[in-house]
T-cell receptor, first 111, second 117 residues
Framework: QKEVEQNSGPLSVPEGAIASLNCTYSDRGSQSFFWYRQYSGKSPELIMSIYSNGDKEDGRFTAQLNKASQYVSLLIRDSQPSDSATYLCAVMATHAGKSTFGDGTTLTVKP | KAGVTQTPRYLIKTRGQQVTLSCSPISGHRSVSWYQQTPGQGLQFLFEYFSETQRNKGNFPGRFSGRQFSNSRSEMNVSTLELGDSALYLC????????????????FGPGTRLLVL
C-alpha cells in the first residue's frame, strides 16, 4: 500500500463544474496536508494547506480533512480551463522537511 | 519576496560523470529539501537540511549527497551518474518550527532538469 494514494485519473470536467480530488494516507501521525498544482513541465505550486479537521476555503478551492478516516480532498468550484493540470496531494508527518506525495491526479477542464 | 531559485535549469551529462545542483531558498527560510521527480516514480524525497545539518534522508543511494551553507543555500551532488538519474530535481524551502502549521509549508523552485546520456 502506498503511503499517499490519490484517485486515479485522468479526471475530466466541463467548464463551470465542480472538480473533486481525493487523497488517502496511511500514517496516522500525519499532521500537515497540502495540495499542489503542477502544470506540464513546471514545478509544483501550492494551492492549499490544511492542518485540522474540517473544511478550509480559499476562493474557488476548498480543502477538506478527516483525520479519523485519513482522508483529504480538494474541491474546485467553477472549474476553468486554466485549472487543467496535475494535482498533487502531499502529507507531512515528522515536520523534518519531508513531504510524502501521491502520484497526482490529472484534471482536464473542457471549455 | 523572491521565490526559491535553482541553477542550472537544464543539464546534460553522460554516465559516470558527477553533477552539482544549487538551490537558494526564500529569504528567511531555514529548511531546504530536495526531491526527485520522474514519470515512473513520481516525487521522491531525497533529503532535508536545516541549519547546515541533514535532518532527514530518503531512500536513495550514497551517490546522492548534499550540504547546506550558513546562508541556507544548499547544493546537491550526484556522483557516478546513471541513466536512471535523469529526472527533474526540485528544491523546496520552508521556514519550519517543527510544529504543524503554515510555517512548515514547502515552496518549490523551478527545478533542474537533468538528462543523463
Amino acid at each position: 500500500q502506498k503511503e499517499v494514494e490519490q484517485n486515479s485519473g485522468p479526471l475530466s470536467v466541463p467548464e463551470g463544474a465542480i472538480a473533486s480530488l481525493n487523497c488517502t494516507y496511511s500514517d496516522r501521525g500525519s499532521q500537515s496536508f497540502f495540495w499542489y498544482r503542477q502544470y506540464s513541465g513546471k514545478s509544483p505550486e501550492l494551492i492549499m494547506s490544511i492542518y485540522s479537521n474540517g473544511d478550509k476555503e480559499d476562493g474557488r478551492f476548498t480543502a477538506q480533512l478527516n483525520k479519523a478516516s485519513q482522508y483529504v480532498s480538494l474541491l474546485i468550484r467553477d472549474s476553468q480551463p486554466s485549472d487543467s493540470a496535475t494535482y498533487l496531494c502531499a502529507v507531512m508527518a515528522t515536520h523534518a522537511g519531508k513531504s510524502t506525495f501521491g502520484d497526482g491526479t490529472t484534471l482536464t477542464v473542457k471549455p | 519576496k523572491a521565490g526559491v531559485t535553482q541553477t542550472p535549469r537544464y543539464l546534460i551529462k553522460t554516465r559516470g560523470q558527477q553533477v552539482t545542483l544549487s538551490c537558494s531558498p526564500i529569504s528567511g527560510h531555514r529548511s531546504v529539501s530536495w526531491y526527485q521527480q520522474t514519470p515512473g516514480q513520481g516525487l521522491q524525497f531525497l533529503f532535508e537540511y536545516f541549519s547546515e545539518t541533514q535532518r532527514n534522508k530518503g531512500n536513495f543511494p550514497g551517490r546522492f549527497s548534499g550540504r547546506q551553507f550558513s546562508n541556507s543555500r544548499s547544493e546537491m551532488n550526484v556522483s557516478t551518474l546513471e541513466l536512471g538519474d535523469s529526472a527533474l530535481y526540485l528544491c523546496a524551502s520552508s521556514y519550519t518550527t517543527g510544529a504543524p502549521g503554515p510555517l512548515e509549508t514547502q515552496y518549490f523552485g523551478p527545478g533542474t532538469r537533468l538528462l543523463v546520456l
